[in-house]
């Protein structure tokens, strides 16, 4: 199965389900707010006990920033993210140059990613199989109250 939710450039989306926190990212964010959205999606998962998919489908390349971002949990005793593809070669390049690449696990396709649950029990693995449904549109709008 393929799920495919369309992004726009510069647009950070996340979907809540009840074991997972997912985080759609667009082409190329760079920018200081969408760098923001991640961080603040990221740590919503990290708050509310929930695995962290990040969806770098869409994402031909990620900056450093990005980079630091997704590790950021880990420097604060958390859980990585997992990380949804398919890569983009220089996205996949970035991971394997600077050594990030193994700490992450790494899937082929959001479907795998949310299907792949190490609690099979969570009741959203079989809504995934029908599609994903947005409960919010951005981390900004789905960080309330504002988390520092």
């Given amino acids: ?12 989306l996340v979907a809540e ?13 760079r920018d200081e707010w969408s760098l923001q959205g991640l961080a603040l999606g990221i740590e919503l998962g990290q708050r509310s006990g929930k695995q962290v998919v990040v969806d770098l489908s869409e994402a031909e390349f990620f900056s450093a920033e990005v980079l630091n971002e997704l590790l950021r949990p880990a420097r604060k005793g958390g ?20 050594g990030a690449l193994k ?3 790494v899937f082929p396709t959001l479907a795998d990613a949310v299907i792949r649950l190490p609690d099979t029990a969570c009741s959203d693995v079989t809504e995934a199989s029908g599609g994903i449904q947005h409960r919010s549109s951005t981390a900004t709008e789905a960080a309330s109250p504002r988390l520092r």
């Fill in 79 to 98: 859980q990585l993210p997992r990380l949804a593809g398919p890569l983009s070669s220089v996205a996949r390049r970035r991971l394997e140059v600077t």
């Fill in 17 to 29: 389900l009840s074991c997972q926190l997912l985080i759609f990212i667009g082409a190329d964010v």
């Fill in 103 to 105: 700490f992450f696990e």
């Fill in 1 to 12: 199965m393929h799920v495919s939710i369309p992004v726009s450039e510069h647009v950070v």
